[in-house]
Nanobody, 121 residues
Framework: QVQLVESGGRLVQAGGSLRLSCAAS????????MFWFRQAPGKEREFVAH????????GYADSVKGRFTISRVNALNTMYLQMNGLKPEDTAVYYC??????????????WGQGTQVTASS
């Protein structure tokens, strides 16, 4: 049974930092591209960042580029999102997902339950 469990979300002041974690089990972790998404109240879920299986490739949404850093430690089956310079508009539930990148676009196989990040002004 595959499980993705996010942690690290909390209330933080604008300008502060947080590190989110996504712990995976039940899958061959290094075989999956990992993704972070977020969903703010009343808005659609949006892509934040991705990292390839062996961490050779990363990608970010324009809104977080230069402030957020995605990483992974395959030996620990864990992915991270370091978030610096948090803004109130970063407030959302953050989800991790495991999937693949294909010629027809990304495919998401598994999702976590999410962790709440709130950046107060």
């Amino acid at each position: 049974q595959v499980q993705l469990v996010e942690s690290g979300g909390r209330l933080v002041q604008a300008g502060g930092s947080l590190r989110l974690s996504c712990a995976a089990s039940g899958l061959t972790f290094r075989s999956y591209t990992m993704f972070w998404f977020r969903q703010a109240p009343g808005k659609e879920r949006e892509f934040v960042a991705h990292i390839s299986g062996l961490a050779f490739t990363t990608g970010y949404a324009d809104s977080v580029k230069g402030r957020f850093t995605i990483s992974r430690v395959n030996a620990l089956n864990t992915m991270y999102l370091q978030m610096n310079g948090l803004k109130p508009e970063d407030t959302a539930v953050y989800y991790c997902a495991a999937g693949q990148t294909t010629p027809m676009g990304p495919k998401y196989d598994y999702w976590g339950q999410g962790t709440q990040v709130t950046a107060s002004s």
